[in-house]
């Protein structure tokens, strides 16, 4: 049907779709496996794997020279993990700080995190190594589909010229899908506010290129409202804060928090989170254990209820309990132009002289208004899967379910329930998955744990031979070397 | 790695027994406190007995430090606790071992060469454990330690 309608069919047997960073550890992870370069499409429309994540750290006061929120051994250029970052920038900057740093760490140190720049030199390099823009087909995928023999048909739109008809159809055994966060949420009275008022200048996702707010404050004193508990929100602060202190500037920064954490909180003895100040503190997006300890063992385990209740026991917005953003919010409440406080706005009204109104209710039921010159939402990239075309489609058509928090319900191996085709299999990973057995998903090592379980199901097929020790090893020295695989 | 109960318990049992008898094997000619025309073998059976204590009574220590993580909110055993660690095992051992309750050694030891040769295998293992582990086994640190 798809070759009669005038499409052209390209055959390969496993097709991944997304082309960031989720796709690429998965397309890392086989190639390491030893499948050849034939045998895989990258179909994408970005030009390299970490440009959205660059895009959105960026947008987020995280450039290069920055450090992200990622522990030194997740890293995504380097399936095994060794050595990790803290190494080899110890290595690059013949220094001992991070050996020592990483040693001490949590207790007497923040947790050691790379910088950005570190992270994408190294998927540059991991990229040119495994000749990963040999298997790229750029081009925008509309949908996957089951073939009545078995496999998938996933339909590509290549940019508009670069190729002979508008569509291709890719026809695999296998598909894996990498899509990413479906978009951008906006809290509803700032979305409101945005489109009654068509202002996307005032009010702007801390996701968005907002780099006007910054320039603003520096022509002359303004009033910022940050609304955010979480890693984001922490970001802005830093920014606002040391833009404040370099350039000398009067910002006043009021900062609302939907839920206000007070202290150590938690069911029992033994599930307490630290807390403070309005924030949940937490190293990394999840407790630590999710990455290969116990709770990962526990969650592996649990089914429907139970897991979404396990889901919401650790999850909540958090932020990491760093020294320095401590010790700014402390100095900025002591002077005065921090202000911290429980509220969830009702609605955003414009005020005068170009400013925003925000009207501020508490739980204790205080009202308060707030004037401001900008308002940061920095609550994050939390869109409904359905929002993305080719997860709808699958959802509607194919056969894919929901899982206890929403998301898409995979299996143990990451092969989505319900989308089987004959011999075939079609696989996810990345941020729509969460709420399976395995809760880390959007993360760089949480990425590479599907990866692994996706290549050893895809082993156990037959499509390639299992990573033993001994070829991992020989494998390690090749990367270590720099050497194709 | 942040363990889980059995895979710390694998993890300590196979890399006592790969590295542990490594560096033991390099050690034992140049230990120091080791009184002169001490027969190189005896030196040998009382390091790998100490060796084999690590073990044993390492079982009983993963069993205690399990129970110190169920406190910890990441419910993870940072790098630094696993280095530390090395100050309550060895001195438990080095009394037991003064005191004569471990079986099998030919002469009790001397600190010197008890804390050098523990010190030195404690570091390697310490060492092995945060890295190179994770090159011939890629699945060891998702599966919370475990081997098998």
Redesign the interface.
Known sequence: MVAASGIPVVDVPFVTVGGGIGSFVTVDYLRVYGVPTSQIRVLTNLDHPWQTYEYLTRCSQIPRTERIRSDS?SRPDN??????YA?EEAWKDRSLKHLFN???????NDYWTPRAGTVFDNLEREAKRIDYFSMVAKGNVRMVRKRADGGYFTILTPPPGATPTRRVAFRSRFVHLAVGYPGLKFLPDLQEFRERHQDYHHVVNAYEPHEHVYEFLKTQPGAVMVRGGGIVASRILQRLMDDREKYGLQTQIVHAFRTFVTGSH?PH??????GGDGWAY??FNY???V???????EMRKLEGAERAAKYKQMGGTNTPRRRRWQSQMKKGRQEGWYHNMQGVVDRVEPGPNGRLVSHLRSEDGRRQSFLSDFIIDCTGLEADISEHRVLEDLLRHSGAQRNPVNRLEVERHFEVRGTASGDGALYASGTATLGGYFPGVDTFLGLQ?AA?EIADDLARRGFCGR?G??R??SQ?LRWARNKAV | MVPTLLGRIQTRLFLLATVGPVVTLLLVPVLPGVPAGTPLGDVLTTALVVLASVAVLGIGWELLYHLLMQFRWEKDWPSLFGLLNLLNEGVLLFVLLKAGLVPGIPATPSAAAFWTHFTAVWLAVWLAANGPMRVPFIRWRFRGGRLI
């Open positions: 051994s399936l095994w993990g060794f050595p990790s190494l990483i040693a001490t760490e949590p207790v007497f938690g003895l033994w599930s307490r989170r630290r937490q190293g407790p630590k254990s990455w290969g300890g116990q709770l990962k063992a744990i692994q990573l020790p001994i991992s090893t390690w």
